[in-house]
C-alpha cells in the first residue's frame, strides 16, 4: 500500500511532465498499462519506450491531477486531464481516470480508462 506521501510525489512528477520519469521511478519492473481494456503493455521498459515516443510528438504538455484522488489500500484512482500541443500543429484535451494496483510503494498494475474519441488531434483554435 502506498503512502500519502508517495501518491503525492508520483502525482507531482506526472504535472511536471516528467512522465518518464514518474515511469521509471514509480513503476515496478514487470508492471502493466492497458488503455479502455485493450492489450496490455508489460513491463518498466516498454512503458517507457511509449511515454518517450508520445512525448517526441508534442510541442508541449500540460498534466494535472483533478482531485480529490481516492484511495483504498494498495488501489488508487486518480482523474487527469492532459492537453498536448502536437508538433504538427493540432492539439489533444484528454480527460481520464487511471485505476492503479500497487504493490508497496510502486504501481505495478494501471488500467486507463478515457473516450477514445479525444485521441482524434484538432486543429489549433
Not at 486518480?78 to 504538427?88: A, E, L, S, Y
Request: aromatic fraction near 10%; glycine fraction near 4%; proline fraction near 3%.
Amino acid at each position: 500500500m502506498p503512502t500519502a506521501e508517495t501518491i503525492e510525489r508520483f502525482i507531482a512528477r506526472v504535472e511536471q511532465n516528467a512522465h518518464v520519469e514518474a515511469v521509471q521511478e514509480f513503476y515496478t519492473e514487470d508492471s502493466t498499462m492497458q488503455e479502455n481494456q485493450g492489450v496490455s503493455r508489460r513491463g518498466r521498459d516498454a512503458h517507457v519506450e511509449n511515454e518517450q515516443k508520445v512525448m517526441a510528438r508534442a510541442r508541449s504538455l500540460t498534466s494535472e491531477c483533478v482531485r480529490p484522488v481516492f484511495v483504498s489500500g494498495d488501489r488508487v484512482v486518480i482523474r487527469w486531464i492532459f492537453k498536448f500541443q502536437w508538433q504538427d500543429g493540432t492539439s489533444t484535451h484528454m480527460e481520464e481516470l487511471a485505476y492503479q494496483r500497487w504493490e508497496g510503494e510502486r504501481i505495478a498494475e494501471e488500467i486507463f480508462f478515457y473516450d477514445p474519441a479525444q485521441r482524434v488531434p484538432k486543429l489549433r483554435e
